[in-house]
Structures are given as C-alpha cells and as structure tokens.
C-alpha cells in the first residue's frame, strides 16, 4: 500500500536538514509538501479543537492527498501535539540539530553584528551557508538587503501552541 507524507512549510529557510528529511521520506512515501497559511484575525483558529477555521485548515491540507494513509513530520513537540489532536498523524521525530529556526538566528546574527552586504555575500566559510542547499544560500546572498531588514525590525509575533502568528491578527 502506498503511503502519503504532509509536510508543513513555514517561512523559515530551506535547510539540508530538510532537504535530507524529504530525502527519507521519498523512500517509502509519496510526497506532499504544504505552505501553511492562516489569515487573520488568528484568533479564529482557537481554540484548535473547537474552531471550525482550524479544522477547514486541516481540511485544506488533507485535500490533495489522495492515499488512504499518510503521516505527517515534526520535530516540534508543541507542533506534534497539535498535529495529534487534529488527527494528522504525526511520526515520531526528533527535532534536527540544525532547524530552520537555528538557520534564521544565524542569518541575524550576522545581520546584527553590522557585517556588510560584501562580507555577507563573499565569505564562503560561514556557518549558515554550510546548512543550507548552495541556492538557496546564493539566494539568501543574492538578497541580503531583506534579510538585514528583517533582522533589524522588532518580532511582531506571538507564540501560541506552540506556532508563531503575527500579534496583528489576535487583535
């Protein structure tokens, strides 16, 4: 029997360590990788068990996959939960030494210690760029100007189970 696996894109960067999960998971299932989008007011989602919006979410996601069974992946323990609750079937996973997240931090990090969009897009011995795919790391380069801006701006999120959402929305 064929089997499906639902992977959650976030907005974080692309890293090896998920290209290399894709990579697994290709082995034995057929692959269906999702963005995951809410749209404010967030507050709509919760709470999760009980708002119609989240379960037209998952509703939304479930909709292309069209194998009887199917699992879905995280690291996260928080995420894993939700997943639990909303039936997604998650496998156990543990979370990867280098997340996206952990990428994120490092891009601004060296945002934030003012190296220049030279240094940034020609010194080829940075950690970052050893944790993610060559074009995507040409691409985060390619685009430095976003990323300095990015790292610079306040964190307009907040954390709820686990997910972020933009404080925007709640309100």
């Known amino acids: 029997m064929v089997k499906a696996a639902a992977i959650l894109a976030h907005i974080n960067p692309l890293t090896n360590s998920h290209v290399d999960i894709i990579s697994h998971f290709q082995e034995d299932y057929n692959i269906y990788i999702f963005p995951v989008r809410f749209f404010s007011p967030f507050i709509k989602y919760l709470p999760p068990l009980i708002s119609p919006y989240s379960w037209m979410l998952r509703s939304k996601i479930l909709q292309n996959i069209h194998e009887s069974e199917f699992v879905t992946y995280t690291g996260d323990i928080s995420e894993k939960r939700i997943l639990q609750a909303y039936r997604l079937h998650p496998i156990k996973a543990n979370r990867l030494e280098i997340s996206a997240s952990a990428v994120k931090d490092m891009l601004y990090t060296q945002a934030n210690n003012k190296r220049s969009y030279y240094y940034s ?8 760029q050893e ?41």
């Open 131 to 171: 944790r993610v795919p060559e074009k995507v790391a040409g691409l985060i380069n390619d685009n430095w100007k976003i990323i300095d801006r990015f790292a610079r701006s306040p964190d307009l999120t907040v954390r709820v189970f686990g997910m972020k959402f933009p404080k925007e929305g709640f309100r």
């Open 121 to 128: 897009s020609h010194n080829k011995t940075q950690a970052w």
